[in-house]
């Protein structure tokens, strides 16, 4: 609980884990285990500009204010999703083992958010300071004159402009994972597995609060049935806008064998799985809110081979091609019951090559990569609450990337004298590969056009393609522990939004300056109560620099467009761990 490193993003949040096992005999043994994290907490949705850092600071927080003299965050997250595991293992001789587990778990929670009625958003309500002016939203609900004629020829007065509401979500799973392993001989292993699965979720949109006004106005503009007979006079409690939910539902299978001779090693795989989909939506189809259903194939293919040249060197080679496919929010993409035309599987195809070994005290890992994605989809603004009718969000489908690159590690250790070393580093490039089209939504969830998407040849964004690191790890007599670590981030490129790539030649995303990490810990370690237990502090960001953590490319793909999220300054955080 506490105060996190931005305005307005205070956590309130507690876990638990509860775990039983039983040995019923020789061959029979049972796990239970349930665990959970209830949370809440403020959080800052809205990525700022280069301005609002240098102007506000890295604190800036423009998603909350304070309303009636308390804190209050547009966009505060809570959430509990207790996860309920049983499984048993089966020893059925020396050859045989099967391994089954049911799992359950149920999730209720959401955030906060609010809307508006012919008026404007609360971003349009700001103090001097730059937070939402919370108390002049309720003033303007309370006194604005504005009258609104109902299709019943009512006149309505008195009704809130902006009223906060609770985007709220809930969902159930549950399935079953059953593995068999079986040694045929001893060089030949047989594993091969099915897993099913249930998955139902329901996301709606309820008022809150009504901020000065007797009532908020949903006049179901966007409905494909309109008000169909609804009140359009929405209280505290009562949904608008949005009332849908999704199901889903999985069986899969795979078969892998594994093959050792001497110093050689080989396996291959081969899975494959059904999934079902279909959408309820209560608020466009109070009449039929269920779609039909649908039902799409995947599939994937693995191999390996891994060769022991030396007793300390080993070479592998690893290759695969996985079907995949879509997930449910791009077989339903326009935000109604009506599904997607031509979607395809995603197709991966990836390569991937090495050796590692130890030599002494030194140990190595070096590879290199190949993987190229065809038919990939993605929606931009997917987690932003959209607040104005210009911004926009994008469905993209039919996308190819290609990445390749090398990745090595370096370790040394000495346990004589307490001392561990380590250096890291890769390379990539990572690109789009075409052009594709993209549709594009309003506010309100509705399409309003379709733009050709101008993609090929443009960097991957939203991860740096080089990084390094180096870090050391001393243990001093007496059980204390000194670790610190250096990380560096290049070729960190924007994410970018196909709603600003639709003409050709503008070249590359905006290209994140390189930063530099470094981070320390110091732990001791002792008996309280007589078990063991440790007393750490750690320091994140030292050297206290400025960095960028992600963000989205801009009209100008430029520093002045761009919009992201910083990342926290010098920071401390102080452990105790007791084991009782």
């Not at 919370?134 to 009512?154: C, V």
């Not at 494959?272 to 599939?299: C, F, I, M, V, W």
């Not at 443009?458 to 204390?480: C, H, M, R, S, T």
Request: glycine share 10%; charged share 20%.
């Amino acid at each position: 609980t506490g105060q996190g490193y931005a305005q307005g993003t205070q956590v309130q949040a507690w876990s638990y884990f509860l775990f039983a096992e039983k040995n019923l005999n020789a061959h029979h043994r049972i796990l239970f285990s349930l665990l959970g994290s209830p949370e809440r907490h403020g959080q800052r949705s809205t990525k700022l500009s280069y301005q609002d850092i240098q102007n506000k600071g890295l604190k800036y927080n423009p998603d909350w204010g304070t309303y009636e003299g308390r804190p209050t965050s547009l966009t505060e997250n809570f959430y509990h999703k207790p996860l309920l595991t049983l499984s048993h293992y089966w020893t059925m001789n020396d050859k045989s083992q099967l391994a089954t587990s049911f799992y359950a778990s149920y999730g209720y929670g959401g955030g906060t958010w609010a809307e508006n009625y012919s008026g404007s958003s609360v971003f349009s309500f700001k103090t001097l300071s730059g937070q939402i002016d919370w108390d002049a939203i309720a003033q303007n609900n309370a006194s604005h004159g504005q009258i609104y004629l109902s299709p019943d020829g009512d006149t309505l007065r008195n009704f809130s402009l902006n009223a906060r509401t609770l985007f709220l979500a809930s969902h159930y799973w549950a399935g079953l994972i059953s593995v068999y392993n079986y040694k045929i001989s001893e060089r030949l292993t047989l594993r091969t597995g099915v897993h099913a699965r249930h998955f139902k979720s329901w996301l709606w949109e309820e008022i809150d609060d009504l901020m000065g006004g007797k009532y908020f106005i949903d006049d179901y503009a966007w409905a494909f049935e309109g008000a169909a007979g609804r009140n359009i006079m929405k209280f505290k409690g009562d949904k608008v806008r949005i009332d849908n939910g999704a199901i889903g539902d999985l069986a899969s299978a795979f078969a892998k064998a594994e093959y050792q001779y001497n110093n050689l090693t080989a396996t291959v795989s081969a899975g494959t799985n059904l999934n079902t989909y279909q959408r309820e939506d209560r608020y466009n189809y109070p009449s039929h809110p269920a779609s039909e259903k649908l039902n799409r194939q995947g599939g994937e293919f693995k191999s390996g081979l891994s060769y022991g040249v030396t007793p300390s060197v080993t070479i592998f080679f690893n290759a695969g091609y996985i079907s995949r496919a879509p997930y449910h929010k791009f077989v339903f993409p326009n935000y109604n019951n009506n599904p997607a035309k031509g979607l395809r599987n995603e197709k991966i195809f990836s390569l991937e090559a090495g050796t590692g070994g130890r030599i002494a005290r030194l140990k190595y890992n070096l590879n290199a990569y190949f993987i190229q994605w065809d038919d990939k989809s993605l929606l931009s603004n997917e987690y932003l609450l959209i607040d104005n009718r210009t911004t926009t969000r994008a469905m993209v489908s039919g996308l190819g990337a290609r990445h390749k690159g090398i990745e090595a590690e370096l370790g040394y250790s000495n346990e004589q004298v307490g001392l561990t070393l380590g250096a890291q580093f890769s390379v990539g490039e990572w690109k789009w590969k075409n052009d594709v089209n993209a549709l594009l939504f309003n506010n309100e969830n509705q399409l309003i056009d379709t733009v050709r998407v101008y993609a090929d040849g443009l960097y991957v964004g939203d991860a740096p393609q080089i990084q390094a690191g180096v870090f050391v790890e001393k243990n001093i007599p007496g059980g204390i522990t000194l670790y610190s670590n250096y990380l560096w981030y290049d070729r960190f490129y924007a994410d970018f939004d196909p709603a600003t790539r639709t003409q050709p030649g503008e070249g590359q995303p905006y290209r994140i300056p390189a930063f530099g990490l470094w981070d320390a810990r110091l732990g001791y370690k002792t008996l309280i109560f007589g078990k063991p237990s440790e007393l750490s502090i750690a320091c994140s960001n030292i050297l206290n620099k400025e960095y960028v953590l992600r963000g989205d490319d801009g009209y100008g793909h430029d520093k002045a467009s761009f919009r992201g999220y910083w990342g926290p300054g010098r920071n401390f955080n102080l452990t105790l761990r007791l084991n009782l």
